[in-house]
T-cell receptor, first 113, second 114 residues
Framework: RKEVEQDPGPFNVPEGATVAFNCTYSNSASQSFFWYRQDCRKEPKLLMSVYSSGNEDGRFTAQLNRASQYISLLIRDSKLSDSATYLCVVGANYGGSQGNLIFGKGTKLSVKP | GAGVSQSPSNKVTEKGKDVELRCDPISGHTALYWYRQSLGQGLEFLIYFQGNSAPDKSGLPSDRFSAERTGGSVSTLTIQRTQQEDSAVYLC????????????FGQGTRLTVV
């Protein structure tokens, strides 16, 4: 089983739609969780951290389910500018690799007019 | 302040040659990561440095790949006897402290082996 798994998509949605991405992770001892965004031919950038209590930033909501070991990202009222690849990221917490960041392969989102 | 700086931004090399890729992390960042990304693919972990701890080299694909980090700052990724399958964008990132902190990425080095 891969450490971090995501549906690769692509998700093709119209403007204004609500879209949800899920991600599962294999290491139950993981402590930190993030969503990054990567635009075409650009480097990844942090979108938001994911906290146990769930957190919201404008149109974006992130949730963590430790029991099921999955993380979600909800985007409401999607904009054309949301088109990108969304990367699920888990902080490793074992052995000599504490703090290492393990990236999922990403889910591609395309928002159409 | 300056972000993560990588050089060169582009590198074309002949198969069999050695290459060195450089990463200057953000000053004071103790964690440094190397990933590579082939066209249309996800990020592949290569190596991770954290402070003075032994690096996590578990992602290096073969013994042709090595990396070092001098003085806890600049890092160099070396690929010996390059192969065509080494062609990819090599991304470096750094973060202030591990866990729950943002990792900042450089713009990458695009390596093409011909």
């Amino acid at each position: 089983r891969k450490e971090v798994e995501q549906d690769p998509g692509p998700f093709n949605v119209p403007e204004g739609a609500t879209v949800a991405f899920n991600c599962t992770y294999s290491n139950s001892a993981s402590q930190s969780f993030f969503w990054y965004r990567q635009d075409c031919r650009k480097e990844p950038k942090l979108l938001m951290s994911v906290y146990s209590s769930g957190n919201e930033d404008g149109r974006f909501t992130a949730q963590l389910n430790r029991a099921s070991q999955y993380i979600s990202l909800l985007i409401r009222d999607s904009k054309l500018s949301d088109s990108a690849t969304y990367l699920c990221v888990v902080g490793a917490n074992y052995g000599g690799s504490q703090g290492n960041l393990i990236f999922g392969k990403g889910t591609k989102l395309s928002v159409k007019p | 302040g300056a972000g993560v700086s990588q050089s060169p931004s582009n590198k074309v090399t002949e198969k069999g040659k050695d290459v060195e890729l450089r990463c200057d992390p953000i000053s004071g960042h103790t964690a440094l990561y190397w990933y590579r990304q082939s066209l249309g693919q996800g990020l592949e972990f290569l190596i991770y440095f954290q402070g003075n701890s032994a690096p996590d080299k578990s992602g290096l694909p073969s013994d042709r790949f090595s990396a070092e980090r001098t003085g806890g700052s600049v890092s160099t990724l070396t690929i010996q006897r390059t192969q065509q399958e080494d062609s990819a964008v090599y991304l470096c990132a750094s973060s202030l402290v591990y866990m729950n902190t943002e990792a900042f990425f450089g713009q990458g080095t695009r390596l093409t082996v011909v």
